[in-house]
Nanobody, 124 residues
């Protein structure tokens, strides 16, 4: 079992930066792929970024085209924490952001474990 708790959301202006954190508990949390998703009001949940376990692929990262070059996902195994550094934020980045662990197949689809979400609001 892996438990996930997100933090770091908030209200910012366009062009600002935020860093989201996802604290993971559970013995296997460092050995699974971790991901970030988001869901805006009235829209489906969408993939944002993912990072493989360091022991398997050196922490290979994946990004949605909409955030590539602006967002960076990273993980600190000692702290069992995954981060999402978000720069050059845009109003369309406004959403509830969810941390996820251990994908069922593709890294950009379903995961076994989910956090409760943290709200990110970007004003224009």
């Amino acid at each position: 079992q892996v438990q996930l708790v997100e933090s770091g959301g908030g209200l910012v202006q366009a062009g600002d930066s935020l860093r989201l954190s996802c604290a993971a508990s559970g013995r296997t949390s460092n050995s699974v792929t971790m991901g970030w998703f988001r869901q805006a009001p009235g829209k489906e949940r969408e993939f944002v970024a993912a990072i493989d376990a360091i022991i398997w692929s050196g922490g290979k990262t994946y990004y949605a085209d909409s955030v590539k070059g602006r967002f960076t996902i990273s993980r600190d195994n000692a702290k069992r924490t995954v981060y999402l550094q978000m720069n050059s934020l845009k109003p369309e980045d406004t959403a509830v952001y969810y941390c996820a662990g251990n994908p069922r197949g593709s890294y950009y689809k379903e995961y076994d474990y989910w956090g409760q979400g943290t709200q990110v609001t970007v004003s224009s």
